[in-house]
C-alpha cells in the first residue's frame, strides 16, 4: 500500500498527529466537541487564542476542518480490535456529508471533556451514536449556513454533499475549506435544533469500511503499547507471588543487580487489593531481554498466605457441600417450587461445572510509565480498555492527583475484558517512581495466564420439572460461585468491616431468564471465599450463564417430549416485555427475542433437515449488554468421538441501524470462533494457591482448521436504539454447540471444557 493511502495515513505517527491536531495547527479552523453536559460546543479560533496565527484548539475538540478542507476526527474509545476507531468516526462522517477517503482519525487521549472513554459491555456504540450524530449534523449546518451569508442567500437554498456546500439555484459550490473562516465566527446552534440526516439517504452507514488501521497493523507499524519507545527508556519485569495472594519477604537481589544491562532490582511492598497493585519484585534492565534474562536467575522467598491452601479438588468439594444446604442468598422465589416439582410429570437434575480460565490476549498486559518528580506528575502509555479507571487507581494508590496524570490510550492487542483493570497501569508507575525514568514494564505470557484477573469458575445444581403436556412448571437452580472477602468503607473512610464480594460476572442476578416467566422458580447463590483475583470477561455472566440455563432448559424440552425452538417460543410466551425487578432488573423486550428465535429458525431451516446419527443442530437464544440475539449451530460427531462444528447461523436484533457492515460481520464471525475456542478448550487449574498452566502448549486455543465452515450472519433491524454486538453474540454459541451435540449422540455436557468429555458413540 501506498503511504497516502487514506486507510494508513489515518493514523500514521498517532502521537505526533494528535498532539498537532490539539495544539499547532497552522491557520483557522472549525473545531467543534462534546462538552460534558453531552452538549455541541465550538472550541476557540486562533484570534480568540491568543492572536498567535496558529489555532490553539482545546482538547474536547472531535472534529477540525482546515482551510485546506481537511476533516479530522477523533476517536475517544480505545481501540481494541472491535473496530470502533472506524464505526463511531463513520458516524460523524455521514451527518457531515464528507467523503470518507477524505477523514483523517486521530485517537485521543483520556481527557473528561470527551466523556465516557471506556471498552467494555458493547456500550461504545450505544451511548455514542445519537451524540456522534449531533456533533456531524452541527458542524454541516454552521458549514451551509456560512455558504448561505458568503452568497447572501437562505441556509435553506443550500445543501451539502461531498465536503461542500451546493446552491443549486444558481449552480454555485463551495468546499469546506472555504468556509471555515465564517464558519469559525458562527454561534453553536443547539443540538436539539439540528436537523439529522435521514436513514434512507445514508450513504457511508451501514456500507463496509475497513479499519483505519488496517493497513498500519498488517505492515507490522507501531500502534500497540508494547511498541512504546521514548528516548533514555528503561525496561522492566514484574514477579508476584506464584501464589495468588502471596507476597516476597525476601529476594536475591544483589545477585539479579549485578547482571549484564540490568539497572536495578527492587521489592515493591504493594497493596491489599487483588486487582490493584499487588507485591512483588521489579527488575529494571536496558531492554526487554536482559530483564526478562535476569529473571529466570531470580530466587524470591514468599509468604504464601491463605491462599496456598486454595485447591479446584477442595472447591469442588465445598460445592457439593454447599448445595445440600439452603443457598447463603435467594435471588428470587416465586410460588412453591417443591410443591410444583412434586407434582410434575417429569422432572429433571443436573450439575454444570465450568473452571476459571484466562483472557489470553494476544498482546501481554504491558504500560509505559513516565514519573516526573519535580510536580509529582506521570505520563502513561497504555493499551487500556479503561482509562478512567487506570487514572483513579493510579491517583488512589499513590496520592497523585487526576490532573497530573496524563494517559496516551494506545491500541491494544486484544482486551476481552482484561483491559478493564488497572494492574498493570500502577505497576508501571510504582516502578518508574523508584528509578525515575521512562520506564516499560512488560508481562510474560505466563504472568499473563497466572496473575489475570480471571473469569470465575462456577456450580450449578439444578433441578426443573414439567407437565404432562410437556409445559415448564418448575425451577430451581442453587448456584455456588466465588468471592473475595474486600474491606467495607464508611463515607468518612473508616473500615465497616469486611463483606465477601463474588467476582466480575460471578454473581447471578434474580431476573436471569427464566426467573421473571414462571410461577415456581428458586434461584439461590453461595459464595466460596478466595484469593483469586477476578475481573470482567468477555460478556461477563451471560458467558457461563446461558451455557448453563440453555442446556438444562434443552434437557427440560427433551424431557417433555418437545421441539427444542417450540418450547423455547413457549416459556417466552405472548407478552412483548417483562419489566426488571429487583437492584440489578433490566427490563427483557420479549417481542424482539421472539423475533430473532423466530428467525434463526427459518434461516437455519430448523425441522427441514433429516441428520443421519453422529450429526444434529442445536439452539440457543441469549439477551445481554443490550442485545438480542438467537443461534443455531449443527454439529457431526464420528464414532471416537471427534467434534466438527458444520455451520452456525446467527440472529441478531442489531436496532435501527447497523454503523459498518464490514465490522458488524467481523464481531459476529469473531465471537463464534472465540465462543467455539472457549468451549472446547481453555482451563485453568488450582494447586496449592497456584495456577498450574504456564503457556500455550498448556492452554490451547481454537485453531483455524477448526473453525466453522459456514458462520451465516444475520440481523434484523428494528425500531430501537443501536446496539453493541462485541458481546451479544458470544453467549448463545456454547449452548448451541452443545444441544447440537446432544441431538447428534445423545449425551449431554456439563462440564466445560468440551476438551474433557467423552463423545464417542456406537
Known amino acids: 500500500m501506498?503511504?497516502?493511502?487514506?486507510?494508513?495515513?489515518?493514523?500514521?505517527?498517532?502521537?505526533?498527529?494528535?498532539?498537532?491536531?490539539?495544539?499547532?495547527?497552522?491557520?483557522?479552523?472549525?473545531?467543534?466537541?462534546?462538552?460534558?453536559?453531552?452538549?455541541?460546543?465550538?472550541?476557540p479560533d486562533a484570534a480568540s487564542a491568543g492572536g498567535t496565527g496558529n489555532a490553539e484548539f482545546a482538547p474536547n475538540a472531535f472534529i477540525r476542518i482546515g482551510q485546506d478542507g481537511r476533516v479530522t476526527l477523533v476517536s475517544k474509545q480505545p481501540e481494541i480490535g472491535q473496530g470502533i476507531k472506524t464505526s463511531l468516526p463513520m458516524v460523524i462522517a455521514e451527518e457531515l456529508e464528507v467523503d470518507w477517503k477524505d477523514v483523517r482519525i486521530v485517537q485521543g487521549d483520556l481527557n473528561p471533556i470527551y466523556g465516557s472513554q471506556g471498552a467494555?459491555?458493547?456500550?461504545?456504540?450505544?451511548?455514542?451514536?445519537?451524540?456522534?450524530?449531533?456533533?456531524?449534523?452541527?458542524?454541516?449546518?454552521?458549514?451551509?449556513?456560512?455558504?448561505?451569508?458568503?452568497?447572501?442567500?437562505?441556509?435553506?437554498?443550500?445543501?451539502?454533499?461531498?465536503?461542500?456546500?451546493?446552491?443549486?439555484?444558481?449552480?454555485?459550490?463551495?468546499?469546506?475549506?472555504?468556509?471555515?473562516?465564517?464558519?469559525?465566527?458562527?454561534?453553536?446552534?443547539?443540538?436539539?435544533?439540528?436537523?439529522?440526516?435521514?436513514?434512507?439517504?445514508?450513504?457511508?452507514?451501514?456500507?463496509?469500511?475497513?479499519?483505519?488501521?488496517?493497513?498500519?497493523?498488517?505492515?507490522?507499524?507501531?500502534?500497540?503499547?508494547?511498541?512504546?519507545?521514548?528516548?533514555?527508556?528503561?525496561?522492566?519485569?514484574?514477579?508476584?507471588?506464584?501464589?495468588?495472594?502471596?507476597?516476597?519477604?525476601?529476594?536475591?537481589?544483589?545477585?539479579?543487580?549485578?547482571?549484564?544491562?540490568?539497572?536495578?532490582?527492587?521489592?515493591?511492598?504493594?497493596?491489599?487489593?487483588?486487582?490493584?497493585?499487588?507485591?512483588?519484585?521489579?527488575?529494571?534492565?536496558?531492554?526487554?531481554?536482559?530483564?526478562?534474562?535476569?529473571?529466570?536467575?531470580?530466587?524470591?522467598?514468599?509468604?504464601?498466605?491463605?491462599?496456598?491452601?486454595?485447591?479446584?479438588?477442595?472447591?469442588?468439594?465445598?460445592?457439593?457441600?454447599?448445595?445440600?444446604?439452603?443457598?447463603?442468598?435467594?435471588?428470587?422465589?416465586?410460588?412453591?417450587?417443591?410443591?410444583?416439582?412434586?407434582?410434575?410429570?417429569?422432572?429433571?437434575?443436573?450439575?454444570?461445572?465450568?473452571?476459571?480460565?484466562?483472557?489470553?490476549?494476544?498482546?501481554?498486559?504491558?504500560?509505559?510509565?513516565?514519573?516526573?518528580?519535580?510536580?509529582?506528575?506521570?505520563?502513561?502509555?497504555?493499551?487500556?480498555?479503561?482509562?478512567?479507571?487506570g487514572q483513579a487507581l493510579v491517583a488512589?494508590?499513590?496520592n497523585i492527583p487526576k490532573e497530573k496524570i496524563l494517559l496516551h490510550i494506545t491500541r491494544s492487542g486484544g482486551g476481552f475484558g482484561r483491559r478493564l483493570s488497572s494492574d498493570f497501569i500502577v505497576e508501571a508507575v510504582a516502578i518508574a517512581q523508584k528509578v525515575k525514568a521512562p520506564v516499560k514494564l512488560t508481562w510474560m505470557r505466563e504472568d499473563d495466564l497466572q496473575q489475570d484477573h480471571f473469569r470465575a469458575g462456577g456450580f450449578h445444581f439444578l433441578r426443573g420439572g414439567v407437565d404432562a403436556q410437556g409445559k415448564l412448571l418448575a425451577w430451581h437452580d442453587h448456584f455456588v460461585t466465588f468471592a473475595n472477602r474486600v474491606e467495607r468503607k464508611a463515607q468518612d473512610g473508616s473500615s465497616e468491616g469486611s463483606v465477601l464480594q463474588p467476582g466480575s460476572g460471578a454473581s447471578l442476578s434474580g431476573d436471569e431468564f427464566p426467573g421473571r416467566w414462571l410461577q415456581n422458580c428458586l434461584l439461590e447463590q453461595t459464595p466460596i471465599e478466595c484469593r483469586i483475583p477476578m475481573g470482567p470477561w468477555r460478556a461477563p455472566g451471560s458467558n457461563v450463564f446461558a451455557w448453563v440455563f440453555h442446556s438444562f432448559i434443552?434437557?427440560?424440552?427433551?424431557?417433555?417430549?418437545?421441539?427444542?425452538?417450540?418450547?423455547?417460543?413457549?416459556?417466552?410466551?405472548?407478552?412483548?416485555?417483562?419489566?426488571?425487578?429487583g437492584e440489578r432488573g433490566v427490563p427483557y423486550n420479549v417481542a424482539r427475542m421472539r423475533g430473532v428465535l423466530k428467525a434463526v429458525a427459518e434461516k437455519s431451516g430448523w425441522g427441514q433437515k433429516k441428520f443421519t446419527r453422529g450429526q444434529?443442530?442445536?439452539?440457543?437464544?441469549?439477551?445481554?449488554?443490550?442485545?438480542?440475539?438467537?443461534?443455531?449451530?449443527?454439529?457431526?460427531?464420528?464414532?471416537?468421538?471427534?467434534?466438527?462444528?458444520?455451520?452456525?447461523?446467527?440472529?441478531?436484533?442489531?436496532?435501527?441501524?447497523?454503523?459498518?457492515?464490514?465490522?458488524?460481520?467481523?464481531?459476529?464471525?469473531?465471537?463464534?470462533?472465540?465462543g467455539l475456542s472457549t468451549l472446547m478448550y481453555p482451563v485453568l487449574d488450582v494447586e496449592h494457591g497456584r495456577i498450574v498452566q504456564t503457556n500455550f502448549h498448556e492452554y490451547p486455543l481454537l485453531r483455524m482448521p477448526d473453525t466453522p465452515p459456514r458462520i451465516e450472519a444475520h440481523f434484523l433491524k428494528t425500531d430501537y436504539p443501536v446496539t453493541g454486538l462485541g458481546e451479544p453474540v458470544f453467549p448463545p454459541l456454547a449452548p448451541a454447540v452443545c444441544n447440537a451435540i446432544f441431538a447428534a449422540t445423545g449425551k449431554r455436557v456439563r462440564e466445560l471444557p468440551l476438551s474433557k468429555a467423552d463423545l464417542s458413540w456406537s
Open 120 to 389: 467494555g459491555g458493547s456500550t461504545s456504540t450505544p451511548t455514542n451514536y445519537e451524540p456522534f450524530h449531533k456533533l456531524g449534523a452541527t458542524a454541516r449546518a454552521m458549514l451551509v449556513e456560512a455558504a448561505a451569508r458568503t452568497w447572501q442567500v437562505p441556509a435553506a437554498e443550500c445543501r451539502a454533499e461531498h465536503g461542500q456546500v451546493v446552491h443549486d439555484a444558481s449552480g454555485r459550490k463551495l468546499g469546506y475549506g472555504a468556509l471555515v473562516k465564517v464558519a469559525a465566527t458562527l454561534p453553536v446552534p443547539d443540538a436539539a435544533t439540528v436537523q439529522l440526516k435521514d436513514p434512507s439517504t445514508y450513504r457511508l452507514l451501514g456500507t463496509r469500511v475497513g479499519g483505519v488501521d488496517n493497513g498500519l497493523v498488517v505492515a507490522g507499524k507501531p500502534l500497540f503499547g508494547i511498541d512504546t519507545q521514548l528516548p533514555g527508556m528503561l525496561y522492566a519485569t514484574y514477579v508476584k507471588c506464584p501464589t495468588l495472594g502471596g507476597r516476597p519477604v525476601g529476594a536475591n537481589l544483589d545477585t539479579i543487580k549485578a547482571m549484564p544491562g540490568v539497572k536495578d532490582a527492587f521489592v515493591i511492598e504493594g497493596t491489599d487489593n487483588l486487582n490493584g497493585l499487588r507485591p512483588g519484585v521489579a527488575i529494571v534492565a536496558n531492554s526487554t531481554w536482559n530483564a526478562f534474562r535476569a529473571r529466570k536467575q531470580l530466587q524470591v522467598q514468599w509468604d504464601e498466605g491463605d491462599g496456598a491452601q486454595h485447591s479446584w479438588a477442595g472447591f469442588m468439594a465445598q460445592a457439593q457441600a454447599a448445595s445440600k444446604q439452603p443457598g447463603a442468598a435467594i435471588l428470587r422465589k416465586d410460588g412453591d417450587v417443591e410443591s410444583a416439582l412434586a407434582g410434575a410429570a417429569r422432572t429433571v437434575e443436573a450439575a454444570y461445572t465450568y473452571p476459571f480460565i484466562s483472557h489470553a490476549s494476544m498482546e501481554p498486559q504491558n504500560c509505559t510509565a513516565w514519573f516526573k518528580p519535580a510536580d509529582n506528575s506521570v505520563e502513561l502509555w497504555a493499551p487500556t480498555q479503561n482509562p478512567g479507571a
Open 616 to 674: 444434529g443442530a442445536g439452539v440457543a437464544f441469549h439477551f445481554s449488554h443490550r442485545g438480542y440475539v438467537a443461534e443455531v449451530a449443527e454439529v457431526t460427531v464420528t464414532r471416537d468421538g471427534r467434534l466438527s462444528v458444520d455451520r452456525v447461523v446467527v440472529v441478531s436484533d442489531i436496532g435501527a441501524q447497523i454503523v459498518n457492515l464490514s465490522g458488524a460481520e467481523n464481531q459476529v464471525q469473531g465471537a463464534v470462533i472465540d
Open 396 to 398: 488512589s494508590t499513590f
Open 554 to 581: 434443552d434437557e427440560l424440552a427433551h424431557a417433555g417430549g418437545r421441539d427444542p425452538v417450540e418450547f423455547r417460543l413457549e416459556m417466552l410466551g405472548d407478552k412483548d416485555s417483562v419489566p426488571g425487578t
Open 2 to 43: 501506498k503511504r497516502d493511502d487514506p486507510t494508513i495515513a489515518t493514523t500514521m505517527d498517532a502521537i505526533p498527529a494528535r498532539r498537532r491536531f490539539l495544539k499547532q495547527s497552522a491557520g483557522v479552523a472549525l473545531v467543534l466537541g462534546v462538552q460534558a453536559s453531552g452538549l455541541v460546543a465550538a472550541a
